[in-house]
């Protein structure tokens, strides 16, 4: 489990990450074309888990595909409950208003600008934004990216 010290913010630690499904993995319920491979890259170091409002009733078909684990749920509030039952700090990624709670509830939220576009709300609750899943990956993956983007 990286920890990652940034000055101004203290340690930040995560074991587990979090991703939304559509706008962040997905769009119109259809991985984007890199989605797989990423996963793959993060859940050699992390406990990955894919949380989905199954928008599109694409999550069936998905979970088959997916290289880690996928649960529905209902609401914003379910993603932060599950957010602070996973002991060893969350790094979350997603790109709606509903990933607000979660965004919240991790040590580390990125904020995905991507083909969705990216709710203001979750832009105003995270700690870093980034382009697309490649550039969250990166910043997983290499950690002490963030420091620069993140010290006072």
Do not use: W
């Not at 990216?145 to 993140?150: A, D, K, P, Q, S």
């Amino acid at each position: 489990m990286p920890t990652i010290e940034i000055p101004g913010l203290g340690p930040v630690s995560f074991r587990h990450v979090l991703f939304d499904m559509n706008g962040t993995l997905a769009r119109d319920g259809v991985l984007l074309p890199d989605a797989v491979e990423l996963l793959e890259k993060v859940s050699v170091h992390y406990h990955c888990l894919v949380l989905t409002g199954d928008t599109f009733g694409t999550a069936g078909r998905l979970r088959d595909v997916l290289p880690c684990d996928l649960q529905i749920v209902v609401r914003g509030a379910d993603k932060a409950t599950i957010a602070r039952s996973l002991d060893g700090g969350v790094a979350a990624i997603g790109n709606g208003r509903n990933d607000v709670p979660m965004f919240e509830a991790s040590a580390l939220a990125i904020a995905i600008l991507g083909p969705e576009g990216l709710a203001r709300d979750a832009l105003l609750a995270a700690h870093i934004v980034v382009p697309d899943m490649a550039a969250a990956v990166g910043l997983l993956l290499e950690p002490r990216r963030t420091v620069g983007t993140l010290r006072p």
